[in-house]
C-alpha cells in the first residue's frame, strides 16, 4: 500500500473545481427534495388513505431499513464498479418511483400496499446512491487537502435543507396536497441527474473480474475498518453515539409534548435548532481545524455532542424560557456533531484506499443505522416503564456517560489529520 503526501500541496478553493461544483448543486437540490418526501409520504398515508400510526410507523420503517439490509452488500458492488453510473442509476430509480406516487393518485390505482412498496423501493436506492456519492466524492476532489472543504460544503447544505426544508414542505404539502408535492423531488432528482451528467472527471478502472468474490470482498471491508488503528475507534463510537442521540430525539418529542405542553409549532422550532447547530458547526470547521490539534477539536466536539442534551434538564419557568433552552440544548449539541462530523468524514476517507471506499462506508453506514434503530426502540422501552421526566434524565445521563469511552479513544492523541492512503 503506497502513501501520499497529502499535506504538501497549497490547498485551493473548491470553488474552482467546476465538476465538484455540479456535483454539490445537484446534491443540495435532491436533499430539499427528500425534505418534501419526508413530509409528503407520511401525510399521504395520513391524509390520502386515514392511515392508522403503525401503517405510518411501518412507512418509516421501510424507508430506512434498506440500510441494514443491502448497505454491505451495496458497498461490495460499489467498489466493483464505476460510482457516477451507479449515482445516475440509482437517481433514475428515485425519481421514477417518487413521481409514481401523485400519478398513481391521480388515475385512483394508489393503494397502502402499493405506497408502502414504493417507499421500500425508494430507501433501497437511497442507501446505493448514499454509498455511491460518499465514494465518488474523494475521486471528484482529487487533493486530499480538499477533502474536509468538501465534507464541509456538503454538510452545510444537509444542515441548511434540515432547517429550512420542513417550512418549505409545509407550504407545498398545503398547496399541492399531498400526493402531488412528490412532483418537487421527483424534479430535484432530475435536476441531480442532469447535474451528474455534466461532470467530466475520470474514474479509475473497476477491478478485474477474477479477483471479485461476495464473501471475501465483504470481509475484507469489515476488516479493513476494525483492523484500521483510527477507523476501529470511529466504528465502534458510531452505533452507540446514533444510538443516544435517536434515544433523545425519539423521547424528547413525547417530553416536550406531555411533559412540557408544548404544541407542535414550538417543537419544529427546537428541532429546528439542531440543524442550526450543525450547519455553524461544519462552517466553523474552516477556522477551527487547522489551528488546533485535530484529536483535540475531535473529542471536545463530540464531547459536546454527548453533554449537550444535559441543559434539556434544566429547562422550566416560562413558556419563552423553556423553548429558549429547549432550543439552545439542540442547537449546542448539534454544533459539537456537525464539527464532529467533518472530521471524522475526512479521517475516513484519508484513511482509506479509493478500492475500499464503498465498503468502508457500507459499514458505518450499518452500524449508524443500526444504532438509531435501537435507539428508537429503547427510546420505547424506556419511556414506557418510567415516568417521562424519569425517562429523559436516564436517556441524557446515558448521553453525558458516553464521554468515557471517547476519553479512551487514540483519535484523541492526533495532532494532525495523516497522510492519504492510495
Known amino acids: 500500500m503506497t502513501v501520499v503526501e497529502g499535506t504538501s500541496a497549497a490547498p485551493r478553493s473548491l470553488w474552482r473545481n467546476g465538476d465538484f461544483l455540479k456535483f454539490w448543486s445537484g446534491e443540495t437540490l435532491s436533499l430539499v427534495g427528500t425534505q418534501v418526501t419526508t413530509l409528503a409520504l407520511p401525510l399521504t398515508a395520513v391524509i390520502y388513505f386515514d392511515t392508522s400510526a403503525e401503517t405510518v410507523g411501518w ?47 391521480s388515475l ?43 465534507n464541509r460544503k456538503t454538510l452545510v447544505s444537509r444542515s441548511a435543507t434540515d432547517m429550512a426544508g420542513p417550512g418549505l414542505a409545509g407550504v407545498l404539502v398545503g398547496w399541492l396536497t399531498a400526493p402531488m408535492a412528490l412532483i418537487v423531488d421527483a424534479v430535484s432528482y432530475l435536476a441531480s441527474l442532469i447535474t451528474l451528467l455534466l461532470i467530466r472527471t475520470p474514474e479509475p478502472p473497476a477491478p478485474p473480474a477474477q479477483e471479485r468474490h461476495l464473501g471475501r470482498e465483504l470481509v475484507e471491508g469489515a476488516k ?32 416536550a409534548v406531555r411533559a412540557k405542553g408544548l404544541d407542535a409549532a414550538a417543537v419544529g422550532l427546537i428541532m429546528s435548532c439542531s440543524a442550526a447547530g450543525a450547519m455553524i458547526g461544519a462552517l466553523i470547521s474552516k477556522w477551527i481545524m487547522p489551528r488546533f490539534r485535530i484529536g483535540l477539536v475531535y473529542g471536545v466536539a463530540l464531547g459536546v455532542l454527548y453533554a449537550g442534551p ?24 448539534y454544533l459539537g456533531g456537525g464539527l464532529s462530523n467533518v472530521i471524522q468524514l475526512t479521517l475516513r476517507q484519508t484513511c482509506t484506499p479509493a478500492r475500499l471506499m464503498g465498503r468502508m462506508t457500507a459499514v458505518f453506514r450499518t452500524l449508524l443505522f443500526g ?3 435501537l435507539g428508537g426502540l429503547a427510546a420505547g422501552m424506556i419511556g ?30 492526533l495532532r494532525h489529520m495523516p497522510d492519504v492512503v492510495s
Open 384 to 413: 414506557g416503564a418510567l415516568a417521562l421526566q424519569t425517562a429523559m434524565t436516564v436517556v441524557v445521563i446515558g448521553s453525558a456517560a458516553l464521554v468515557v469511552p471517547l476519553a479512551l479513544s487514540p483519535v484523541l492523541r
Open 108 to 150: 385512483d390505482r394508489l393503494s397502502v400496499g402499493l405506497l408502502l412498496a414504493l417507499t421500500f423501493v425508494f430507501g433501497t436506492f437511497s442507501v446505493l446512491f448514499e454509498l455511491s456519492s460518499m465514494s465518488f466524492l474523494p475521486t471528484l476532489v482529487k487533493d486530499p487537502v480538499l477533502f474536509a472543504e468538501a
Open 371 to 373: 444504532g438509531a434503530a
Open 59 to 105: 412507512l418509516r420503517f421501510l424507508e430506512s431499513a434498506p440500510y441494514l439490509f443491502f448497505a454491505l452488500l451495496f458497498g461490495v458492488w460499489v467498489d466493483r464498479v464505476r460510482r457516477k453510473p451507479v449515482m445516475m442509476l440509482a437517481n433514475t430509480v428515485r425519481m421514477l418511483v417518487i413521481a409514481a406516487v401523485p400519478l398513481l393518485a
Open 224 to 255: 479493513y475498518v476494525f483492523g484500521h488503528r483510527l477507523l476501529r475507534p470511529l466504528a465502534l463510537l458510531a452505533p452507540i453515539t446514533n444510538l443516544s442521540m435517536t434515544c433523545v430525539q425519539t423521547l424528547f418529542l413525547l417530553y
Open 310 to 333: 444535559l441543559l434539556l434538564l434544566a429547562a422550566h419557568g416560562p413558556r419563552p424560557v423553556t423553548v429558549a433552552l429547549l432550543g439552545l440544548s439542540f442547537a449546542i449539541s
